[in-house]
């Protein structure tokens, strides 16, 4: 074994060697080397102690090192750690099927456990383009996307980003094009205004023959700028689609599992999709797992087809470990009064933020579940505002003009505050320059 190394001589061959996500191999951002993290703090190597405000993108809504998810990765590994889901199945996938099956909406009867979201995406459309050529209508392969989303970072998850950014630029020869819809005008506590379902609507009547599906994160559009609109909007898209014959997905790989204040962002409107993908918080944030649900009517066409089968098998399929740990995670949210918890969170950042919209350099302040978001009028340079919030105490990692927080649902109070007036003192340091 090499010897081990010292935190200079790590950081040296990470920033040498390891591309980070969005990374640069020539000018990399600072990284910080993670030693420990347990509950609402992550502990770096040099021993500062970081409030968590991030739940590592989405994922760790319980926080960190929690011992009922380790005590169920402990028993598993000491079976087995995976095998192949082709021709064998095991007690933690289909425990974790009975588990979806009870928590998700009763038409969502069948269930493909893929391991990641981008890709429980794209099974999601080859769901959607198989079901219309098994129900001999293949001329339905197109797909209706809102603009300002975000699907996940393979090809054809790519393809249905915003088409304003760099990806599309770069990659435009080999992304689908596809029917971009404004997203939705109506902002989530705003009275709700039906011209904001026209774009959509004209889109739907226009091309409805050559529609499979429309494709849309519920309530909370994330990592495409953390816009939260009107729950009606769903309800009108769910009657459009069966009015013109277009499958929704409902993309919750974000929204999943109680963030938005909604076990899932589709119950603020009582809306049941075609598709559903689950994803981020299913494991509770320890391993990569991502679920997509679908009905028999959906299933069963698909199956009654001539190939007779969805096309897609990963390697890591159903894997054991990581059906586990979404096991302990989901009874543990379910033992919890997580509903309560969340709107706390959700009162707590909107006092702690309010100070923020004080300011010139901060366009809107926003809060919907445990989501606390401040937009700034111009992007943030990372370089800078990184090492201040650390500086602070508080691990928030901020992208474009968006500086966010959605901490676990088992932050206390007084973190919660550390971490609102952390925020609010570096955007006032700035503003100040
Ligand atoms: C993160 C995310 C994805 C992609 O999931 P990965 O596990 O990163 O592939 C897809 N859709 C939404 C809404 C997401 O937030």
């Not at 962002?265 to 999709?273: E, L, V, W």
């Amino acid at each position: 074994m090499p010897p081990s190394l010292t935190t200079n001589e790590l950081l040296e061959l990470d920033r040498n060697h390891l591309w980070h996500p969005y990374s640069s191999m020539l000018h990399p951002d600072t990284v910080y080397p993670v030693s420990s993290a347990d509950g609402h703090t992550i502990t770096l190597e040099g021993g500062e102690r970081l409030i968590d405000g991030m739940s590592s993108w989405w994922s760790a809504i319980h926080g960190y090192n929690v011992s009922e998810i380790n005590r169920a990765l402990e028993e598993q590994i000491s079976q087995f750690s995976h095998v192949m889901f082709g021709g064998l199945t095991h007690r933690p996938a289909v425990e974790l099927a009975r588990r979806l099956l009870e928590l998700t909406p009763p038409l969502l009867q069948h269930i493909f456990l893929a391991d990641s979201g981008s890709i429980s995406i794209e099974v999601a459309l080859k769901m959607a383009l198989q079901y219309w050529i098994a129900v001999e209508q293949p001329a339905k392969r197109e797909i209706a996307v809102l603009q300002g989303g975000y699907h996940g970072d393979t090809f054809a998850t790519m393809a249905l980003a915003d088409p304003e950014n760099g990806m599309h630029t770069l990659f435009h020869h080999h992304l689908t094009p596809h029917h971009f819809i404004p997203r939705p005008a109506t902002p989530f506590n705003h009275e709700w205004d039906d011209e904001a379902i026209t774009p959509l609507q004209n889109t739907l009547e226009q091309h409805h023959t050559t529609l499979a599906a429309l494709i849309l994160e519920p309530v909370v559009q994330g990592a495409g700028g953390m816009y939260f609109y009107h729950p009606q909007y769903l309800q009108r898209a769910r009657q459009l689609c069966d009015q013109y014959q277009v499958l929704l997905i409902a993309d919750e790989i974000a929204t999943g599992f109680g963030r938005t204040g909604e076990l899932f962002a589709c119950d603020h409107a009582s809306i049941t999709p075609d598709i559903l993908c689950l994803g981020k918080a299913l494991t509770g944030g320890t391993l990569s797992l991502a679920a997509t649900m679908t009905s028999h009517t959906i299933a069963s066409a698909i199956s009654e087809y001539k190939t007779g089968t969805l096309m897609h098998g990963p390697t890591f399929m159903g894997n054991p470990l990581a059906c586990s740990a979404a096991n302990a995670s989901i009874d543990l949210l379910c033992s919890r009064p997580w509903q309560s918890a969340v709107k706390q969170i959700e009162q707590e950042l909107q006092q702690g933020l309010a100070p923020c919209s004080e300011l010139n350099s901060v366009k809107e302040v926003r809060v919907l579940g445990a989501i606390g978001v401040v937009e700034m009028h111009k992007a943030v340079d990372l370089r800078v505002i990184q090492p201040l919030l650390v500086k602070q105490g508080i691990w928030v990692r901020p992208f474009g003009s968006l500086i966010y927080l959605m901490p676990s649902y088992v932050i206390t109070t007084e973190a919660l505050q550390r971490l609102t007036r952390g925020v609010v003192a570096v955007i006032s340091s700035l503003a100040s320059e």
